[in-house]
């Protein structure tokens, strides 16, 4: 099973943020949150990934909580083509035997 | 130049039939993995590579059986193929620890079973 949980669908207004929460609130210590799209037909595409620190690169923001239970991807000023299932998950750094779960992932739809 | 190619791109086959997909990786990463996503849009791991070695066996039917000739390939070939294996395959790689281990996926191999 996953170990997040996401809405199933959102939507955004084109040129508007876009705020994609996760709820991980089993999260252990040395897990990270991760981002990945998938554009329709297409193969899942990282976005960014943090630990605790809030990140942010030329894709998008990642606001993790003091906690770690919970964090938000933001997507500065979404677009159309932004529109896509987004994957919120944790996993371990530096073992590539951790394995990826993906959830169901959010649905996000951009409207003109 | 693809970073993680995988051929073909899409398969339409006969149950009983024997195919292979074959994936390949020129990022140099050391880890390859076949994910399968089927009618519901469920991404599933199905096996990891790491240095040709098998890590991650995600209790997948035994027709399937991955092999990686060397890291930078990773091909999956399917017996006997069941209705039930129509779905997309994904391969992807990683490096421990380099790069966040940051997975890139393929652009998916589309298999129907008829």
């Known amino acids: 099973d996953a170990k997040t949980t996401q809405p199933t669908s959102m939507d955004c207004a084109e040129g508007r943020a876009a705020n994609l929460p996760c709820n991980h609130s089993t999260i252990s210590g040395n897990e990270y949150v991760y981002w990945y799209r998938q554009i329709h037909s297409q193969g899942p595409q990282y976005i960014i990934h943090?630990?605790?620190n809030n990140e942010t690169n030329e894709m998008a923001s990642l606001i993790i909580t003091e906690d770690r239970k919970s964090s938000t991807l933001i997507l500065p000023h979404a677009t159309l083509r932004d529109t896509a299932v987004y994957y919120c998950i944790v996993r371990l750094y530096y073992s590539s035997a951790s394995k990826i779960i993906f959830g169901s992932g959010t649905r996000l739809s951009i409207r003109p | 130049d693809t970073a993680v190619s995988q051929t073909p791109k899409y398969l339409v086959t006969q149950m009983g039939n024997d195919k292979s997909i074959k994936c390949e990786q020129n990022l140099g990463h050391d880890t390859m993995y076949w994910y399968k996503q089927d009618s519901k849009k469920f991404l599933k791991i199905m096996f990891s590579?790491?240095?040709?070695?098998?890590?991650i066996n995600e209790t997948v039917p035994n027709r399937f059986s991955p092999k990686s000739p060397d890291k930078a390939h990773l091909n999956l070939h399917i017996n006997s193929l069941e209705l039930g294996d129509s779905a997309v395959y994904f391969c992807?790689?990683?490096?421990?620890?380099?790069?966040?281990?940051?997975?890139?996926f393929g652009e998916g191999s589309w298999l129907t079973v008829v």
């Open positions: 590579y790491n240095n040709k070695e098998l890590i």
């Open positions: 943090g630990l605790k």
């Open positions: 992807a790689s990683s490096q421990e620890g380099g790069s966040g281990n940051t997975i890139y």
